[in-house]
């Protein structure tokens, strides 16, 4: 009879701590927490269906023993004295107080923190003690280390935490247990270890009786891949039961778990792609909900899930982007970047809005954000000068936290856009003692690229073209495959000719005629661009009309010079026409360069830089070089206007051509 109303008085007693906790936390600043590292602590870890009594006399997961495998605790000393509380979470925390612990813990940004923050609450219930322990790995997780330092395993509050949940994990709440795994998961604890292991048992246990909620579920189905791999089993049957919850039951934050569990199952992804569809349709639907952070991941997944179908997410999540583009972490940034090149989105708000992010950063700005956001511009091939000028400052003042990787990313660009910025001078200048002093810390094929790209606007690598072509690079270039790919050559081939038309001055070592390619033409495009078809259509059929006949033209003509001429008119010494197929008596060339919108930066009428180059070296070998612009084609509304234009451009002065 005496018991009964002891522990309720008890029950009461730590009902009156939390309430009094969470008010006192509503109430506090964020600083607090750096204020109470001095106080004595307080006992304050429940949840126990019986009276339950924390004792620091010894651990009983040897896993979870300091380094030397001497208790973490001086011996004897008690950490809790008092009898706890019953009951789960629920019973506990009403919802609204669970998420104002949780909002505190996830603001939390270290370790000390977190630890400061719970040794001031007296008690809390397991599933409150296990996302505290969640939070501390994820804050200690560094440059993918796992593990935990000593000074927070000798810590008394964290051997607390980590007391509490080696009691019989049937005690503890769905939230707790799945929580408690997730903690044990990054924390990196031995997957054979005894605690783990029963851990793993009870959410079988309670994922064969389907006691687990959506939330739980997701998180389970994490920890198991990490654990075991995506090939578990047990992972198929939480992935039965997660398709057979309505989705309207799953927070954004479990949508966003359910697609980086797809992501780790890639091969599997045909399996669930009925299941992806309906995900990526009720998604539409908690975009606006997603913090940075997790549109960075769906992103990611989609781009990893080849969710190409998802366009309309895509969209939508891009206007969100827009949004968010300042709270992004340059890892998040880079990641929602390359899925926008993956699936070819681009707005005009997304530029202005990565505009004025650099813009408002100048000289502060990251060598990682800089290097990314170029290589987005480049690979979209979006002319952007506030941005490029902001590079170009940021990487004179500051080259020497670039690492080779992010100056050829950042200069690239400049080159494939065909853009000088003001201080360009400086920049190169800067970038010529860079590579003096740092050459062989490049990768060959990433100096490569970089001295190429600058070729590009006409700022040739000079001085280091005998290194270039020296066996001992050329042999670094080749590595430890049979032969050098197509690019690399068609690269060096290139340098060759620019050395030879715009720097007659080089006197140095050529490139072996073995290694010179025929042709310009690479399957990726990267040095020249195949003719617009329909275009090409269009000027046929008005040259056809302008000369008389299709005899008088060749058309797709590779020159001895690696180029292909999209059109070639061959002229005598007076200027008439000469018929396509006459080789003797040519005295002029005339070169057509039908350019279509691919031949420019985007939305723009600015040529890409191997256009430019690709027109320039046609000048120096001679050729009389028209531009037939598609912005001009288009604006004609009939083919007598073709036929007009194209006698306009042809018969010009410039040309000297007769008919």
Sequence with gaps: MASTPLRRSLCHLCGFRIRAALAALKSRPVH??????????????SSQPEPFRVSARRARCADLRSEDGNELHPAGEPLFSQVHDVGRFEPNLKDTDGQVFYRRLNGFSSSEEVLSFMNTLQTVPDAVAAAALRRICETEQKDGERGLPREILENHVFQALRDGLEQEPSTLSNTGLVTALQ??????????????????????????????????????????????????????????????????NFRPEDIVALYRILQACTEKADQHQAFLNKINNFSLSIV??????????VLTALVALDQTQALPLVIKLGKYVVRHIPRFTNEELRKVLEAFVYFGHNDRFLTTALEQHVASLRLTLDPEVISTVTEYCSRKQIL??????AVAETFVCQSEKFSPTQISESIEAFGKLNYLPPNASDLFRKLEDILFTRFNYFPPKTLLKLLHSCSL???????????LYSPYFLQRLLGEESHLDRLSLAQLTQLLLTSILECPFYKGPKLLPKYQVKSFLTPCCALETPVDFQLYKSVMSGLMDVLGGRQYFASKVLTPYCYTVDVEIKLDEEGFVLPSTVNEDVHKRVALCIDGPKRFCLNSKHLLGKEAIKQRHLRFLGY???????????????????????QRKLFSQNTGICW
């Design 32 to 45: 607090h927490v750096h204020q109470v590292v001095g106080e004595r602590p307080r006992p304050w870890f």
């Design 183 to 248: 903690a044990l998961t990054l924390w990196g604890v031995d997957p054979q270890s005894h605690l783990l292991l029963n851990l793993v048992a009870e959410c079988q246990h309670r994922l064969q009786r389907g006691g687990l909620g959506v939330h739980g579920l997701c998180v389970l189905g994490e920890s198991l891949i990490k654990l075991q791999g995506p090939g578990c089993a047990t992972l198929d049957l939480v992935m039965y039961q997660l398709q057979g919850e309505k989705l309207e």
């Design 288 to 297: 606006s909900n997603l913090s940075p952070k997790l549109i960075s991941q």
């Design 384 to 389: 952007s000068e506030p941005i490029l000028n």
């Design 457 to 467: 606007i006409e700022y040739h690598p000079v001085n280091f073209m005998a290194k």
């Design 624 to 646: 009389e070089v028209v531009q037939l612009p598609y912005y001009e084609i288009e604006m004609l509304k009939s083919r007598l206007e073709l036929v007009e234009y194209l």
